[in-house]
């Protein structure tokens, strides 16, 4: 085999059923059918003829995407199953063999195993912890090179919630266009802001911009395996080409119900309600960290269903998320997952109580081992 192991997601595919807390989620707690559809949508959902639809993409769902990004329509969109099909066919699409990519990390790591297996170059830039997330764009601007093909991005980041400010999106293009670079971001989570802006995507910055999307994070709706690529008609006409091999189409129902959750009043109640719920939860668990006082470090995320913490214990993440996992049936995502060691991501976007039922958990296994 001659791809990595995509250790984030392995970990959590081995486990995250097997617990009885899970906190490695990164959204929200998912919808049910009978909370989102009234009656009547729910008759013509279970009338639905299980044909295959369009491939690319019902017209009326990638117009409801194509209203999100400023100057699109639908033929700037491809509708994949989950984003992460989004990733997989976008970076087939743009890179070849030996091609540079500059990735922003720590980040959701599946384009660098992708870049990997392609034979492309991978190269890191970092968020700075000591700078409260910020991109190190000096570091950016002197890792481009004329080889750069892609600089990928996600934004607001997984795991850190950082949230690019409109300044550094525009350097970021100004470094890409240096090196006639394409920007990829990653935007899956966007929608997911603390404050309730929903932020401006990449897409319409630059002529060389893809971005992906989807309903799994920030719409908590992982289930529909939901997502898309927006970007310029020609380049997405060709991501076409590599769907048809992938999986040929998203699930017709998938279609039905996401164009029900994109219409403008429904989207606005799906935001509403998970922002509600990350806030909430938010304070809760800032709350139950610090009562620990100098034991965990953190930057609050601005946006995201994730909070990612640095811990001043001499246990390194993996062991420690194995132990709590086999000790007390409570799942943590350890640093890692990420390079990063002495940190690990728990997920607040779920009912609050399971996660203070979670974490509390995690205060009786402290009190055991460490007795703190
Ligand atoms: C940044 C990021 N991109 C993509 C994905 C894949 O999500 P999905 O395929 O469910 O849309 C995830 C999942 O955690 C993610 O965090």
């Not at 529909?224 to 699930?251: F, M, Q």
């Not at 811990?311 to 390079?339: H, M, P, Q």
């Amino acid at each position: 085999m001659n791809i990595p192991i995509f250790e984030l997601e392995r970990v959590q595919s081995l486990f995250e059923n097997t617990v009885d807390y899970n906190l490695t989620e990164s959204g929200f707690h998912p919808y049910t059918l009978n909370e989102l559809l009234d009656k009547q949508q729910i008759d013509t959902l279970t009338n639905t003829v299980l044909g295959y639809g369009q491939t690319n993409g019902s017209i009326p769902l990638r117009k409801r995407i194509s209203a999100l990004y400023n100057g699109a329509n639908e033929e700037n969109v491809l509708v994949t199953n989950g984003s992460s099909e989004a990733n997989f066919i976008a970076c087939h699409t743009l890179l070849e063999k030996g091609d540079e990519v500059v990735m922003m990390v720590p980040n959701y790591m599946q384009i660098w195993g992708i870049a990997e297996e392609m034979g492309c170059i991978p190269k890191a830039f970092q968020l700075l912890e000591e700078n409260n997330w910020k991109p190190d764009l000096e570091q950016l601007k002197k890792l481009v090179t004329s080889k750069t093909k892609m600089i990928a991005l996600c934004n607001p980041n997984n795991p850190t919630g950082y949230t690019l400010t409109k300044e550094e999106m525009k350097e970021i293009i100004t470094i890409a266009k240096s090196v006639d670079a394409w920007v990829y971001c990653d935007e899956v989570y966007r929608g997911a802001a603390l404050d309730g802006n929903v932020r401006q995507s990449f897409m319409g910055m630059y002529d060389k911009v893809m971005v992906n999307g989807g309903l799994s994070k920030a719409y908590a709706l992982p289930g529909l395996r939901l997502g898309w690529l927006v970007g310029p008609e020609k380049i997405i006409a060709d991501t076409w080409a590599y769907h048809d091999y992938t999986s040929i189409t998203a699930g017709i129902m998938s279609h039905y119900i996401g164009e029900i959750a994109l219409q403008p009043a429904k989207r606005l109640e799906i935001l509403n309600r998970n922002r509600t719920m990350l806030n909430e939860n938010l304070k809760a668990v800032k709350e139950w960290l610090n009562q620990y006082g100098d034991l965990f470090e953190y930057t609050a995320p601005q946006s995201g269903g994730m909070l990612f913490i640095k811990y001043n214990l001499e246990i390194n993440s993996t062991e420690l998320a194995e132990w709590l996992r086999k000790e007390k049936s409570v799942f943590i995502l350890a640093g890692d997952c990420y390079g990063m060691d002495y940190h690990f991501r728990i997920g607040i976007g779920e009912r609050k109580d399971y996660i203070l039922a979670g974490l509390e958990r995690i205060k009786q296994a402290l009190k055991e081992r460490f007795d703190i």
